[in-house]
């Protein structure tokens, strides 16, 4: 499972575009890979979708906003290889969320998970 990852991760960083072909000397760690914006969404979506499970949220409006997040993954690109890595991405941050819960609580992640569902879902 890990190399399955480590392949897509891979496949994501060549395919994304940010390493240019004429870079001629060693690349900066800080400025070798840079994440493509369907990973940052997958990520952001993920562990809203974990802390909602950790703080209880009901099942089913959870289940709904899973579905609507991969929807929305679906609709960003039609690379099916992005699309992939960005459900692992998702997959990976909603089991964080799930196991350390919100960094800022349960009571003031409802306010930010009300903000994701309607600037990131809607």
Known sequence: MLRLGSFI???LVLGSG???????????PEHSVSKVPL??????LG???GNAEFCRYDPDAVEEFIG???ARL???TEDRIL???GRVEFNAHAAF????GPDQGCELFSVDYGEIKRNLLY
Request: proline fraction near 3%; charge should be positive; hydrophobic fraction near 45%.
């Open 9 to 11: 991760l891979l496949a």
């Open 18 to 28: 940010h390493l240019s072909a004429q870079t001629t000397g060693p690349v900066a």
């Open 39 to 44: 990973l940052l969404l997958a990520e952001r």
């Open 47 to 49: 562990r809203a979708a």
């Open 68 to 70: 609507k997040s991969m």
């Open 74 to 76: 679906a609709k960003e």
């Open 83 to 85: 699309l992939a890595g």
């Open 97 to 100: 969320g799930r196991s350390e």
